[in-house]
């Protein structure tokens, strides 16, 4: 039995480009093809236009073939690109820590009590 499911996103790596679509490997066994028509409800002129080679992407499998281990794939209704790793920057923390926010809050609360004309109100009870 397949892990491999219809209707089931998945993860791939583009391995072709073709006038008529775009190959996928899901794993060492199984690979597939997304058809041009399976690409966009729109036209598409240029495949290449759509992934790269070595791209990883998301897939929707809409047929599996248990004895080929070849499925039929489609990008068509899904959002297929994958965010690429955006570089993680150190927390570094400030001397004043916390102290910044303490001093800075009632500043930032008597500007927003004056701009809604809240000047009376106290907000020391």
């Not at 791209?55 to 489609?74: F, T, W």
């Not at 400030?94 to 907000?123: A, H, M, V």
Request: proline share 2%.
């Amino acid at each position: 039995m397949s892990k491999y499911k219809i209707g089931k996103i998945v993860r791939g790596h583009v391995t072709g480009i073709t006038d008529y679509g775009i190959f996928v490997s899901l794993d060492e066994y199984y690979s597939g093809l997304i058809h041009i028509s399976e690409i966009s409800h729109l036209y598409v002129k240029n495949v290449a236009d759509f992934v790269k080679i070595g791209e990883d992407i998301y897939v929707e499998i809409l047929e599996v073939n248990e004895k080929e281990n070849q499925l039929r794939l489609s990008i068509k209704n899904i959002n297929y690109k994958i965010p690429r790793d955006r570089k993680k920057k150190k927390i570094v923390e400030t001397p004043l820590g916390f102290r910044t926010l303490e001093y800075r809050l009632p500043i930032w609360i008597k500007e927003t009590q004056k701009k809604c004309n809240y000047s009376d109100y106290d907000t020391q009870k």
